[in-house]
């Protein structure tokens, strides 16, 4: 080992020795070292060789008069910023980007050969864009707000809403309600936190047409759907001070692509897309069902395959998203492909059990491969509206369903399997639940991705679990998330 020592001393003092002969005037004419000259004197004092350090000191000192090393030699093994990137942040935070570029501009000179981390320059972009926003904001200048948040569209991200909720505000000031309609949209469309959709949709409620709010609520439920009831009172409460008093009676309307049906008199096979079923408390002890009663239809048994009239006014209600009048069209269905008609549309009504009878009449009649598969489909989706989980799972594994149709069905599986084990304290099947669902679908949805975080937890892996909770509260800081990562420091 000290042979080792010994020859890799003089291969670098031999290289430096070298290096200063082929370049000895600009190495004349330095005030202090370069990180490269210093390479050998930090192998010294990484190895203790105070002999070599002391050496090597005299040879710089030698070579560049003015230089004095530190009382601290370890300082000189610093070759990166440690509170300067601290301090960044800190004046970014305080709103002082002018001071963070210069503490940057210093740090580089300071530490030539540091890479800037890519993230600390986009957070400064990002500091920066807000503020031309802010002041935009302050000063009612809509243009500028608009293309401000064009050339930086992260301004927009969730973590971010009051900026969208800002630019709302200053387009409909402007007379421009489309514009603020669409704002509100995005948040609906793309953001998780339900108080935050709460929030969005009263805000909607002064640039919005009825049909608009009732849009703004159908999509919130539609990806949302255990948290229905609470955007149907939303929704009640906000028309009721337009005047408009719902009946209560009265099924939700969910609005769904349009699915393409076959020529008549064939029932069309296209099924409408599956609910995506989220958890929204952290620390979930049961599953959420649906809440109330429901009336459950009678459903004929024996029916023709055609032949009822109204079909073709029930397909047209149905492309065309209105599920009530499909509702009334296809009422005491008289045939089969009406039948099957009716089940997609008072599905999308929320009235799964009658959906599901209907989808089983439709599925065990015979009609076509694919209308029996579609069924089959359906009755998975009317089933898991209702968190028959083993029961959807086993329809779902003995039909052969499309590719998209099995991801949709699965991935709701993996989701509600995902909560029901969390309720159950089995930890490790949650996780593992969580993680089929994230390979199939993607990020998982904050509420499930925090629920991960306690199974995490609460199987022993703290620092797993703090890694979880720290990048939602990067995303998002919130009181959840604060609670989080304090509590895995205190488990």
Known sequence: MKMYRTSL???????????????????????APSTEDLRAL????EQNETTAVSAEIRRLQNEFPSWTPPDDLSALLKTGPTTEVAD???RMSRGDIAGARRILEQTQAKYPSWQVPSDLTQQLDLSEAQTVFDRAVAARDVNTAIQTVTATPSLLRCDRINNTWNLASLQAGTGNKAGAYVAYRQIVNTCNEIPDLISTIEKSEAVTTDDQL????????????????TFDALGNRLLAGRGIVQDPTAPARITTPTRTPVAEPKPSA??????????????A??????SGSQRTARVQTTLPRTGDGRLSRTISAARSGNFRECAAQSARPRSLDIAYERAWCVYNLERPLEALAYFNLAANAGISAGVTRDARFGMTLAMLKRNMTEEASRIAASTDLTMEQRREVEATILNQRGVQSYAKDDYVATINYFNALEAISGPLPRDLAIIRGYAYLNKGDNLKARSIFEKLHNDLATDETRAAITSTYNY
């Open 9 to 31: 001393r003089l291969a670098l003092f031999a290289g430096l020795m070298a290096a200063g002969l082929s370049a000895s005037g600009p190495a004349l004419a330095q005030d």
């Open 42 to 45: 930090r192998f010294y004092i």
């Open 88 to 90: 960044m942040y800190s």
């Open 214 to 229: 009732e849009s703004l609520l159908d999509a919130a439920k539609a990806r949302f759907v255990t948290q229905s009831a």
């Open 270 to 283: 296209a099924p409408a897309p599956a609910p995506r079923a989220a958890n929204n408390a952290p620390a």
């Open 285 to 290: 002890a049961a599953v959420a069902r649906s």
